[in-house]
């Protein structure tokens, strides 16, 4: 099959497309496997945002093509419209309006009146979001914030819990975002996305962490049960953001609560790496200070030195074992809206990384019920003085 421009897509094809699309092949491959340039291919995904478009069926209620077919015969025979209709157990007014809709009964076609309904059946309902302009301004309000759609939408249900009319799914905030001939949020609001994609993708698999040796390393296995149960407040889970120029913050998250701290580092030696975190560790009630699980990154070679200033035991994931570590995994995907790939982190104050830091703390968390980190952390702080 041969690559040609403004060739139209056929419904077999288009159905291909997002067979492929949702099993998760590149747009060069999909491109690759119909004969089409990539740019087709990638034009005809963008429409609806990589969302494939839903299965359509026919109302129950709907007449069929072989009640439209009898229809016709009937016609053609010279019966009433009450003896077709009751030849089909319908009503007569059901008959009579679909004769007339399609041209009368010297012109009625049962394969034209049919294709006919399936067209005039396609007629797009406004989203919730347009129907609803203080829903929309709600949500869009919140993702300026780089709040994610299902933060958004837990939120709205506290916030607003007798009010069924402030009420959108996380789906729906994502279809709005995506599809953009929706008209109800901006195009823009995609940036505070926390991958800020414009097209939806399958999901991918993960990518394997760094291995390295870290000598008298504690294994992540000889961790106590509170840790892993996270019932315990005062377990962290640690690593460094890399920026451009060889730049890089430490960050650092409660397991019970995720509470965030970000860490602005001098380097990215051990030295300076142990001597920032305990620093700043320091600064926490001895409660909140049990345990950090950190990656196997070189920056904690002289973790003994840090257990000594800090009283706080320090174990390691396996080798290319990033998700043992899933809380810090996610929170370094959300400073990506924060601080993306390219940006060189050595500008920033450690003011600045405060800010970041509070304004995660204060979004709701769906694993916390949709309570904040911040309202989480500081039940407990303040329940140990």
Known sequence: MSQVSGWKWNEAERSELWCRWRAGESVTAIGRALGRGSSSVHDLLAVRGGI?????????????????????????????????????????STISREVVRNGGAGRYRASAADQAAWDRALRPKL???????????????????RWSPQQIAGWLEQAYPHDQTLRVSHETIYRSLFIQARGALKKELVAHLRTR??????????????????????????????VED??????????????????????????????VLLVKLQGKDSASVVSALAQQMQQL?????KSVTWDRGTEMAQHKAFTVATDIDVYFCDPQSPW???????????????????????????????????????????TLGFRSPANVFDSFVAATH
């Open 52 to 92: 494939p478009p839903g299965v359509r069926r026919r109302s129950a209620v709907a007449l069929t093509l072989a009640e439209r077919e009898e229809i016709s015969r009937g016609l053609a025979a010279g019966r009433s419209i009450r003896s077709i209709a009751a030849g089909l157990e319908r009503s007569p």
């Open 127 to 145: 989203c919730v979001l347009r129907q609803r302009p203080a829903l929309c301004e709600l949500v869009a309000g919140r993702l300026a914030k």
């Open 197 to 226: 994609r414009r097209i939806r993708r399958a999901r991918s698999a993960s990518v394997p962490g760094r291995p390295s040796g870290i000598v008298d390393a504690i294994s992540i296995r000889e961790r106590p049960a509170e």
């Open 230 to 259: 996270r019932a315990v407040p005062g377990h962290w889970e640690g690593d460094l953001l890399i920026g451009a120029r060889h730049s890089q913050i430490a960050t650092l998250v409660e397991r019970h609560s995720r509470f």
């Open 285 to 289: 009630p001895a409660e909140l200070r």
């Open 324 to 366: 043992q570590r899933g809380s810090n995994e996610n929170t370094n995907g959300l400073l990506r809206q924060y601080f993306p790939d390219g940006m060189n982190l050595a500008s920033l104050s450690q003011q600045d990384l405060d800010q970041v830091a509070l304004e995660l703390n204060q979004r709701p968390r769906q």
